[in-house]
């Protein structure tokens, strides 16, 4: 059986805990224990958010002048590969060898016309204060919101109308080469 797990950016980076590669690691590696008797019996698919860490990538492009800084798609796509490579390795350390495991960037097709371009409302990014918030939006012309008693930075997040790879999602299951059943234990270099 095929079943598809969600994994949002704050369950993989929590309230109030530093952008670190360290806590992103331990908190995938807590939902990767949960997962992965899941994936020993099934066909796992993880979809993962990342506000969070797009929200940090795009800090730090800030620091850049206007014309150098990456735009959003590709801090996205970045952030993607990121959180895919840690839940793909936390997940190897705990399947058998012979269990396939892959990370699958996606590309999502929206309309330019949505309307959700005009009211962003998907938060990414640390908090701040309102002061903070204020001078953020006026310098670097961000949209930002209540979250609470601070503010976070938000972005468009138009509804999908088409992704680019799902026909690879739909491709038959491809036997692979037998290989020890034991845990490949890989960690991070």
């Known amino acids: 059986m095929r079943i598809v797990v969600a994994l949002g950016g704050n369950a993989l980076l929590r309230k109030?805990?530093?952008?670190?590669?360290e806590n992103q690691r331990h908190n995938i590696r807590i939902a990767a224990e949960a997962l992965a008797p899941i994936a020993r019996e099934h066909e796992l698919i993880v979809s993962h958010g990342n506000g969070p860490q797009v929200g940090l990538l795009a800090l730090q492009a800030?620091?850049?002048?206007?014309s150098e800084a990456y735009p959003l798609d590709v801090l996205d796509a970045e952030t993607e590969g990121m959180i895919g490579y840690l839940i793909e390795?936390?997940?190897i350390n705990l399947l058998p060898a012979d269990r396939p495991c892959a990370t699958l960037l996606t590309q999502i097709e929206v309309d330019p016309g949505?309307?959700?371009?005009?009211?962003p409302?998907?938060?990414i990014g640390p908090f701040y204060s309102q002061a903070e918030a204020s001078k953020l939006a006026q310098e670097r012309g961000?949209?930002?919101?209540?979250?609470?008693k601070r503010c976070r930075r938000v972005v468009a997040s138009p509804r999908p109308k088409r992704i680019?790879?799902?026909?690879?999602?739909?491709?038959?299951?491809?036997?692979?080469?037998?290989?020890?059943?034991?845990p490949s234990n890989r960690t991070e270099l």
């Open 16 to 21: 109030d805990e530093a952008l670190t590669a």
């Open 89 to 91: 390795q936390e997940l």
């Open 121 to 123: 409302a998907k938060p």
């Open 164 to 182: 680019f790879e799902l026909g690879i999602t739909r491709q038959p299951e491809r036997s692979t080469p037998a290989a020890t059943s034991e």
């Open 62 to 66: 800030a620091t850049y002048k206007a």
């Open 114 to 119: 949505d309307p959700a371009f005009l009211q």
């Open 142 to 148: 961000w949209s930002m919101t209540q979250d609470g």
